[in-house]
Each structure stands twice: as structure tokens, then as C-alpha cells.
């Protein structure tokens, strides 16, 4: 395809979205039980990867950027990921503590907003995860420096190499340099399409340490 049939097929394409409303009657009382009811149904879809998420970190220069990661577990109201501590969204979280996670399941035509700030769990937690890790993840994070310019992909399997020969035959420890972040949310929304672009948007906003819901214009 060449980029000016790219551009016209993405600029004619419409697609209007079913007709399956989201009420507030029908929300729960908590964003996160809310969340444990939309995520059943995702399985019940069959949603790849339903825990994925894309995450946003900002840097010292007020510049964004997006990844996707496994959302793992949920601790004290967090929303738990796994990471570099040294990669690109490891040194944002440490100028900046803001960050939003997007869920997006287009089968379902559903899109999950959360809004909050991100710190690190306690180092039981991410070595209770690290441990139950595969054995050939835990030798991944200790080769990966993750986000760093690599010469070669040679240069990738060398370095695996040589951390495998390391821990022969021992238990793989989980390095410093690696552990999991908690998102705590203020904002949590639940968007749900809907007909001619009026989708239903439920918004939870933490206020005094209680969850208050409204409905927003799409
Ligand atoms: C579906 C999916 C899930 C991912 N999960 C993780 C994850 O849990 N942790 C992680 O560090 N990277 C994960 N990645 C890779 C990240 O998207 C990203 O490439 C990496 O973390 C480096 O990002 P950074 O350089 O912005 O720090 C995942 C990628 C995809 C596509």
C-alpha cells in the first residue's frame, strides 16, 4: 500500500458503534469493582492480553510518552506494572510522578481512562513477583538495560549469555535495577461507544479520599 492510499483509506473509513449503553445505575459504587466487572467481560470476549495497558510518563522537559505494559496486580487502590527502574519511564516517574494508563478493547468498544501518580512498591512485592517470574525473564531483566542504545542484537545475546553461565546452577536474585511501580488512581473513567459518536463516559474523581461519579459529554 502505498502512503497516499494509506491516507485515503484512513481518512474515508467510518465505523459507527453499537448500540450497548453504559448508566450510571448500572456502574458499581467503586472505580474498582467497576473495573473487575468490565474485566470479566473482557475475558468472556476473549480480549488479548486484557491486563495490557498503555502507560504515559512525563519527562523533566514536559515531554509524554507512551508504552504499553502488563497491568499485574492491584495493591492498596494501585494499579500494579512491572519495569526497569533505570529504563526511559523509570527516570520520567523520578522527575515526575504523574502518569495515566489507557486500556483500549475494541471488541468490546470500550476504553478505560486512569488518571493518577505512580511510585515503586515495597521490594517484598517485586521480589514475591520477580520470584515467580520464568527462569528465562528473571536472566532477561538482568541482561536487558532497558531503553539504552545497542550496538547489535550480538551484542544482547552475548550479554544473556554470559549472566546465564553467572547463575548456573543458582537461584536467579532479582536485580535492584528492577521492580514493579503502583499507579494510584484519582481519576478513573469507563467509556463505552455508542451510536452516531454519543458514547456514554462515567467518570469516578477521588475527592477527599471518596470516589464521586459523573457522566461526561463524549
Ligand atoms: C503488550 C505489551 C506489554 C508489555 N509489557 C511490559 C511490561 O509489563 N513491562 C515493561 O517494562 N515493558 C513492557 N512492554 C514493553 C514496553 O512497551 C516498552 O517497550 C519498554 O518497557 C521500554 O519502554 P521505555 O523505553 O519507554 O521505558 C510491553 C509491550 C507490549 C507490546
Redesign the pocket.
Same mark, same amino acid.
Given at each position: 500500500m502505498s502512503l497516499n492510499e494509506l491516507k485515503k483509506y484512513i481518512n474515508s473509513k467510518r465505523r459507527d458503534f453499537a448500540d450497548k449503553p453504559l448508566n450510571e445505575q448500572e456502574t458499581s459504587n467503586n472505580p474498582f469493582d467497576q473495573y473487575a466487572v468490565w474485566f470479566q467481560e473482557a475475558l468472556a470476549a476473549e480480549i488479548l $492480553?486484557p491486563y495490557?495497558a498503555c502507560v504515559s510518563?512525563v519527562n523533566q522537559n514536559g515531554q509524554p510518552?507512551s508504552?504499553?505494559?502488563?497491568i499485574?496486580d492491584i495493591i492498596d487502590q494501585g494499579f500494579v506494572?512491572?519495569?526497569?527502574y533505570n529504563?526511559?519511564?523509570?527516570l $520520567?516517574i523520578e522527575v515526575n510522578k504523574n502518569g495515566s494508563f489507557n486500556i483500549f478493547w475494541g471488541e468490546l468498544e470500550r476504553q478505560i481512562r486512569i488518571n493518577g501518580e505512580i511510585e515503586k512498591v515495597s521490594p517484598k512485592v517485586s521480589d514475591a513477583y520477580f520470584n515467580s517470574r520464568p527462569r528465562a525473564s528473571q536472566l532477561g531483566a538482568w541482561a536487558s538495560s532497558?531503553?539504552n542504545v545497542l550496538k547489535s542484537r550480538e551484542e544482547l545475546t552475548h550479554k544473556l549469555n554470559e549472566i546465564t553461565k553467572q547463575f548456573e546452577g543458582k537461584k536467579v536474585p532479582r536485580p535492584m535495577h528492577w521492580g514493579g511501580y503502583r499507579l494510584v488512581p484519582n481519576l478513573i473513567e469507563f467509556w463505552q461507544g455508542r451510536p452516531s459518536r454519543l458514547h456514554d463516559r462515567i467518570v469516578y474523581t477521588k475527592i477527599n479520599d471518596k470516589w464521586e461519579r459523573s457522566r461526561l459529554s463524549p
Open positions: $492480553d495490557a510518563t510518552s508504552r504499553m505494559v502488563y499485574r506494572f512491572y519495569t526497569n529504563s526511559s519511564k523509570g $520520567d532497558q531503553s
